[in-house]
């Protein structure tokens, strides 16, 4: 099942280069950047973060880089544990289970790792507008206005 998490851009390419996400899904990302900011070119990640997404998906990666916001699955439950166990990863709430959740009541939980830094990431996305309050479900809906393949319907 699709699911929402924010991460480091450079966390997002060395999972895409260990092919943990789904072969036939794939994974979306938007840049969550500040108004005036400009995100981080891939070209610039990439060359330094390959030979180690290849060698070993590490939780010490990824430091520094900005935020996305990612929608995506796993082809296996074990590199799903892999992906939810590294500590850059923030899992937003589960739609299903969790889609009235205000994503903000998970700040500070051990297993979601939101923190105030990824509240402040969405906010400062003009497109995305999030406000106090928003759910993952009005992210889903808002988050498609930018990027169309973030569709609810595409996570369900």
């Keep these: 099942m699709r699911r929402f998490f924010i991460v480091p851009k450079?966390?997002?390419?060395?999972?895409?280069?260990?092919?943990?996400?789904h072969p036939?899904?794939?994974?979306?990302?938007?840049?969550?950047?500040?108004?005036?900011?400009?995100?981080?070119?891939m070209a610039e990640i990439a060359p330094a973060k390959v030979a180690v997404a290849r060698a070993a998906f590490s939780a010490e990666a990824g430091a520094g880089s900005n935020y996305v916001l990612v929608s995506t699955d796993f082809h296996s439950e074990g590199v799903e544990e892999l992906w939810h166990g590294h500590d850059a990863v923030a899992i937003l709430p589960h739609p299903t289970f969790e889609g009235n959740d205000p994503i903000h009541q998970h700040v500070g939980s051990a297993t979601k790792r939101i923190h105030p830094a990824h509240i402040a990431a969405l906010a400062s996305h003009a497109g995305i507008g999030y406000v106090h309050g928003d759910t993952?479900?009005?992210?889903?809906?808002?988050?498609?206005?930018?990027?169309?393949?973030?569709?609810l319907r595409h996570i369900l």
């Excluded at 450079?10 to 996400?21: G, Q, R």
């Excluded at 794939?26 to 005036?36: E, K, M, N, R, W």
């Design 10 to 21: 450079s966390v997002w390419l060395m999972a895409h280069h260990a092919s943990l996400f």
């Design 24 to 41: 036939g899904v794939g994974s979306h990302f938007i840049d969550l950047v500040a108004p005036g900011e400009s995100p981080t070119p």
């Design 136 to 151: 993952v479900l009005d992210l889903a809906r808002k988050a498609a206005a930018v990027h169309p393949l973030m569709k």
